[in-house]
């Protein structure tokens, strides 16, 4: 089963591509996701089929590919800042988008502006 920590440790461990695509378990794809999810691959790119062609995730650039991990019943394609996840029984796909948390001082400040706001509307008269 893939969690939130098994995602954030999917992140954390493959945060860069390989040097090169011939580094990548992309014989995962043809063992278990060919038949499923149409996978074509060319010098540059990996299309999926499976996935709606107006998507952004249909056509994936290897070299943006940071790895391909196996799961009991998904296959990961890691990327930078999203997982696509491949149903390995099934044509099912499931895409993880990790919004980049703002930094400690753009919460700080955010919330500072956000107080000054409220007391600034709490002084005018309803």
């Known amino acids: 089963m893939v969690t939130k920590k098994v995602i954030e440790s999917l992140y954390r461990q493959f945060n860069r591509p390989p ?20 996978i074509v691959i060319d010098e540059n790119d990996l299309y999926i089929g499976s996935v709606d062609p107006k998507s952004p995730f249909s ?8 790895e391909i991990v196996e799961f009991d019943d998904v296959l990961a ?3 930078h800042s ?13 895409i ?3 919004l980049e948390r703002p930094s400690a001082w753009e919460r700080l400040k955010s919330r ?12 005018e008269p309803v």
């Open 59 to 66: 056509v994936l650039p290897l070299n943006r590919i940071h």
């Open 77 to 79: 394609i890691v990327l």
């Open 112 to 123: 500072l502006l956000h107080r000054d706001e409220e007391m600034l509307f709490a002084d």
């Open 19 to 38: 040097q090169s695509a011939d580094e990548l378990n992309i014989g995962l794809l043809f063992d278990y996701a060919l038949e499923n999810h149409g």
């Open 82 to 94: 999203s997982i696509v996840f491949l149903n390995k029984n099934n044509s099912d796909v499931n």
């Open 96 to 98: 993880h988008i990790r």
